[in-house]
C-alpha cells in the first residue's frame, strides 16, 4: 500500500502560492461566462451542463491531479481545491465533472502499467470521461461491505449480476469504475476482503447487460440507478487484486473528502458574499437590513465558521500532499465544511427574506445543492463514527 501512496506522489508537483493565485483567476475567469441565468436554466431542466464541463476539460483543470507522464499537470489536491472552490464560490457546480478529477487515482494507485498506459492519457485529455463511480445499492445503502452485485469469473471474462444506486454521471461517463463482490461475503478470509473494483467501458455495456436509469432528484445531479444482467466484462478490467476493492476504494477517499470540502467552502463563501451585499443593499424601516444585529450576526457566525473549516480543509490537502496520513483531517474538513455550507445557506435564505425562494436569486439553487454534502459522498454520521472509533478510541457503534 505503502508503494502505492508513493507511486500517486512521485512526480506530483507542489503548487506554490502563485500557481494556486494563477488556477484561481483562471477559473473565475472560465466561470464568468457561466453566470448564474445559464446554471438556472440548466436546474430548471434537469440538464447536464456540457458546455461548462467542456470548457473546464478543454482548459486542462479536469487533469489537474494526472501526473506529467499521461499528460496531466502532475499538481497536488491543493490544487485541486483551488479550481473546485472557485467553481462554486463564482456560483456553479463542480459536481457535474469534479470526479472525473479523481476517480482516475484509483487505475494509478492500483492499475498495471498497461492499464495506465492505456486509460490515463485519454482522461487526462478528456476524449475518455470517467466519471462513474458505482459503489452504493439499494439494499445495503452506508454499509459498503453489504453490497450484493456479483462478478464471476468466466473463463477470460467476468459476469456481473446485481444492481446499483445513485450512479452520478453514469450518462456522461465513458468508463466507470465498479465495485462488485468476487467471493461470497462467507467465504471471504476477512470482514473488508472479497470486493473487487472494475473499469467497466460504458461504450460496450449499455444495452448489453447494462441498464442506466436516471433518477429526478431535488438538485441537477445527474445521477442514475444501474441494473446489471449477465454484463460480460473482460479479466482486463480488473483493477488491481481480485478481493482488495475495498482497500482501493477506501484509499481513494481521503481526496475525496478534501474535494468535495473545497466546493462546499466556495458555496459557504458564495452564500455570505451574497447575503452581506444583500444586508447592505436592502433597506426596510428606512434603514439597511445589514444594520440589524438579527442579520449581521448570524451572517458573521456563517463567515467564522467558513473560515474555520477552510482551515482544515488546507491542512488536510498539505498534508495529502505531503504524503502524510490524513484520515483524521480529510474526515474533519468534509464535516466541518459541509456544516459552515449549510449553516451559511440558511442564513442567506434569511437574510433575503421572500426574495431567497425566488430563482432568479439563485439562492434557492445553491441551497438545495449544498444540502446533499452531509449525505453525499459521505454521511455526517459516519464521519462521526469515524472520529470516534479511529481518533477517540471508542467503541465501534456499528
Ligand atoms: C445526489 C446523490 C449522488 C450520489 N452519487 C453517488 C455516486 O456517484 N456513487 C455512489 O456510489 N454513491 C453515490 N451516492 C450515494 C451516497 O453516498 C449515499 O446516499 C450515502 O452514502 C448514504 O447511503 P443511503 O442513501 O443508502 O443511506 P442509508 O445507508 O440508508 O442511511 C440513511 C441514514 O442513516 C444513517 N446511518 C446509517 N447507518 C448508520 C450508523 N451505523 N450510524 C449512524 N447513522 C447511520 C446515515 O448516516 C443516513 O443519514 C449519491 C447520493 C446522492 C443523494
Not at 148 to 174: C, F, M, P
Not at 278 to 286: G, Q, W
Request: proline share 4%.
Amino acid at each position: 500500500m505503502a508503494a502505492a501512496k508513493d507511486q500517486e506522489r512521485a512526480g506530483r508537483a507542489q503548487a506554490g502560492p502563485d500557481v494556486i493565485e494563477e488556477i484561481r483567476r483562471s477559473v473565475r475567469a472560465l466561470c464568468a461566462n457561466f453566470p448564474g441565468a445559464y446554471w438556472r436554466e440548466r436546474d430548471r431542466a434537469r440538464a447536464y451542463p456540457t458546455e461548462f464541463v467542456k470548457a473546464l476539460t478543454d482548459a486542462g483543470f479536469l487533469a489537474i491531479l494526472v501526473p506529467e507522464e499521461f499528460g496531466g499537470s502532475g499538481l497536488g489536491v491543493a490544487a485541486a481545491v483551488a479550481v473546485l472552490e472557485e467553481i462554486h464560490r463564482n456560483g456553479g457546480n463542480g459536481a457535474a465533472c469534479h470526479a472525473q478529477m479523481y476517480i482516475m487515482g484509483t487505475i494509478l494507485r492500483h492499475g498495471s502499467a498497461a492499464q495506465k498506459r492505456r486509460w490515463l492519457p485519454g482522461i487526462a485529455s478528456g476524449a475518455l470521461r470517467l466519471q462513474a463511480f458505482a459503489v452504493t445499492e439499494p439494499e445495503s445503502g452506508t454499509d459498503t461491505l453489504g453490497l450484493r452485485t456479483t462478478a464471476v469469473r468466466d473463463g477470460d471474462r467476468y459476469l456481473i449480476n446485481g444492481q446499483k444506486v445513485w450512479t452520478s454521471r453514469a450518462e456522461h461517463s465513458d468508463l466507470m469504475l465498479l465495485l462488485a463482490r468476487t467471493t461470497p461475503r462467507e467465504e471471504a478470509a476477512t470482514r473488508t476482503e472479497g470486493l473487487s473494483v472494475f473499469l467497466v467501458d460504458m461504450r460496450e455495456a449499455v444495452g448489453r447487460g447494462l441498464t442506466v436509469r436516471p433518477i429526478r432528484t431535488m438538485l441537477n445531479h445527474a445521477t442514475t440507478e444501474l441494473f446489471f444482467d449477465d454484463l460480460s466484462v473482460p479479466a482486463e478490467a480488473l483493477i488491481g487484486e481480485e478481493g482488495k476493492g475495498f482497500r482501493y476504494i477506501l484509499d481513494g477517499m481521503n481526496a475525496e473528502r478534501i474535494l468535495i470540502a473545497a466546493e462546499c467552502i466556495g458555496d459557504a463563501r458564495w452564500f455570505v458574499d451574497r447575503a452581506t451585499e444583500y444586508a447592505r443593499e436592502r433597506v426596510v424601516f428606512d434603514r439597511p437590513i445589514g444594520q440589524n444585529q438579527g442579520i449581521q450576526f448570524p451572517l458573521a457566525r456563517a463567515y467564522a465558521a467558513t473560515e474555520a473549516a477552510d482551515l482544515m480543509v488546507a491542512r488536510a490537502a498539505a498534508m495529502f500532499d505531503a504524503g502524510e496520513p490524513c484520515g483524521k483531517e480529510a474526515n474533519m474538513a468534509k464535516l466541518l465544511a459541509s456544516e459552515a455550507s449549510w449553516q451559511a445557506a440558511d442564513m442567506c435564505i434569511q437574510t433575503h427574506g421572500g426574495y431567497g425562494f425566488a430563482e432568479e436569486y439563485d439562492v434557492e439553487r445553491k441551497f438545495r445543492e449544498t444540502r446533499l454534502y452531509q449525505v453525499a459522498p459521505v454521511s455526517t454520521n459516519l464521519i462521526l463514527a469515524y472520529l470516534a472509533e479511529h481518533v477517540l478510541g471508542l467503541p465501534r457503534s456499528y
